[in-house]
T-cell receptor, first 117, second 111 residues
Framework: NAGVMQNPRHLVRRRGQEARLRCSPVKGHSHVYWYRQLPEEGLKFMVYLQKENIIDESGMPKERFSAEFPKEGPSILRIQQVVRGDSAAYFC???????????????FGQGTRLTVV | ELKVEQNPLFLSMQEGKNYTIYCNYSTTSDRLYWYRQDPGKSLESLFVLLSNGAVKQEGRLMASLDTKARLSTLHITAAVHDLSATYFCAAPGPGANNLFFGTGTRLTVIP
């Protein structure tokens, strides 16, 4: 049984480029959550998605960031025109049930470490 | 916004010793989560505490929750090197769509 798979594990982008981070949830899970972890900090919620729907994007910056979870395929977190401050580890979690991450057990991926140079 | 604070942020302890990590949160919550993270790795779920007075133990780790005091503790008994990691507590935000994480406690167990 594969857990949450994120790729790439490491991503280097120059300022102004686009970064696309992928998350394949645990098989059968239809709820995905994205978190960002800055160095020496805890994880900060970005967005909660269900298949084809954004449930809660209150933690997502209004500009340059977008997320989707299509009917088929992985969830994608897209960062346009990256800046140095976007350098962080981005984690994805999935759960089998709805109701939010606070109501159900979630499984985290190994993260994508984005470095903007 | 819910605030979750952990202390200490850094903890260096000798093998065989006991210690407690504290997690305070700012608004009412009836549940609390503890995770472990090894360097460069993902988060591993340790405990889910679902009610006031809940106590769970796994090996040398024991977690408890006092919802009235808005406090959870993670107690380490007779530490061993394998416990070296960063430990996070997390509480659900309003609507429980997401978890608010503490800044973590980086534990180093030295021989």
């Amino acid at each position: 049984n594969a857990g949450v798979m994120q790729n790439p594990r490491h991503l280097v982008r120059r300022r102004g480029q686009e970064a696309r981070l992928r998350c394949s949830p645990v098989k059968g899970h239809s709820h995905v959550y994205w978190y960002r972890q800055l160095p020496e900090e805890g994880l900060k919620f970005m967005v909660y998605l269900q298949k084809e729907n954004i449930i809660d994007e209150s933690g997502m910056p209004k500009e340059r960031f977008s997320a989707e979870f299509p009917k088929e395929g992985p969830s994608i977190l897209r960062i346009q025109q990256v800046v140095r401050g976007d350098s962080a580890a981005y984690f994805c979690a999935s759960s089998p049930l709805g109701g939010g991450l606070g109501n159900t057990e979630a499984f985290f991926g190994q993260g994508t470490r984005l470095t903007v140079v | 916004e819910l605030k979750v604070e952990q202390n200490p942020l850094f903890l260096s302890m000798q093998e065989g010793k006991n210690y407690t990590i504290y997690c305070n949160y700012s608004t009412t919550s009836d549940r609390l989560y503890w995770y472990r993270q090894d360097p460069g790795k993902s988060l591993e779920s340790l405990f889910v505490l679902l009610s006031n007075g809940a106590v769970k133990q796994e090996g040398r780790l024991m977690a408890s929750l006092d919802t009235k005091a808005r406090l959870s503790t993670l107690h380490i008994t007779a530490a061993v090197h394998d416990l070296s990691a960063t430990y996070f507590c997390a509480a659900p935000g309003p609507g429980a769509n997401n978890l608010f994480f503490g800044t973590g406690t980086r534990l180093t167990v030295i021989p």
